[in-house]
């Protein structure tokens, strides 16, 4: 079975690779070297400390569970923080648990997805991290592109569009540039980039054929989740929710 495993080698390319990632970055002017090298760091811990909270929990339905909800709250915080500021930030949970949750219990309920600890914490935090970056791509531009062009949203009102109406007239487009990404990731698997699962499940020992239909049911999923992620992301900001102000009436 051939696999990625610790070595001196391996957390000497690792090093090599963050660095270069942060020289680059920093040299380049564009302005996150130390970010990169930040992030790398957390990764590493992080991943570090939640594989020894996985090997605990995966044979405990509760404490999966539980793990399952911190990472909910985590995606949620970090979409809202992406967004917007104050109390108006908790209103990114709404997307990420509305697009990750039907399809999580759907994939568990039918079985598609063992319902063991091992295999349905991965796909909850495969969908949760997806739903994250969909629903704060898609608030951030919504709410960009009212904040812009509020000059237009006034002018829809002055034509007798409701509130709602005139700013998803305004905000709609761009926002839903957010399924870009997972579009173009489900497009042009298996001939520009092999996915994670795909990748993962291969180094793992599993035959082609059976990480290709894993992969296939995890990208189809994802795309589900983010668009109903994009969906409820921009109907709140047409709304007001995201912005922490009212729209003209």
Do not use: N
């Amino acid at each position: 079975m051939s696999a990625i495993v610790p070595s001196p080698v391996t957390a000497a390319v690792v090093t090599l690779l963050a660095l270069t990632g942060a020289a680059v970055a920093l040299l380049g002017g564009l302005g996150h070297g130390r970010a990169v090298l930040t992030a790398c760091l957390r990764a590493a811990v992080q991943l570090g400390a939640v594989s020894l909270v996985i090997l605990w929990a995966v044979e405990r339905p509760l404490a999966a569970g539980a793990f399952i909800l911190v990472m909910y709250g985590v995606a949620s915080v970090t979409a809202g923080r992406r967004i917007t500021g104050g109390a108006a930030a908790w209103w990114a949970a709404v997307p990420v648990g509305a697009g990750s949750l039907p399809v999580f219990l759907l994939l568990a309920g039918t079985g598609t997805v063992p319902r063991t600890g091992i295999a349905l914490i991965p796909v909850a935090g495969i969908l949760l991290g997806g739903c994250l970056t969909a629903t704060a791509l898609a608030g951030r531009r919504a709410v960009d592109e009212l904040a812009q062009r509020r000059g237009e949203v006034e002018a829809a009102l002055a034509l007798g569009l409701a509130p709602r109406d005139a700013a998803l007239e305004i905000c709609r487009p761009a926002a839903a540039q957010a399924l870009v990404p997972a579009l173009d990731q489900t497009r042009t698997a298996g001939l520009v980039t092999l996915p994670g699962a795909f990748v993962g499940m291969l180094l793992g020992g599993a035959d082609p054929l059976h990480a290709g239909v894993v992969q296939l049911v995890v990208l189809v999923a994802l795309l589900a989740a983010e668009a109903v992620a994009v969906l409820i992301t921009v109907e709140l900001a047409a709304r007001g929710r995201l912005s922490g102000a009212g729209l003209p009436s």
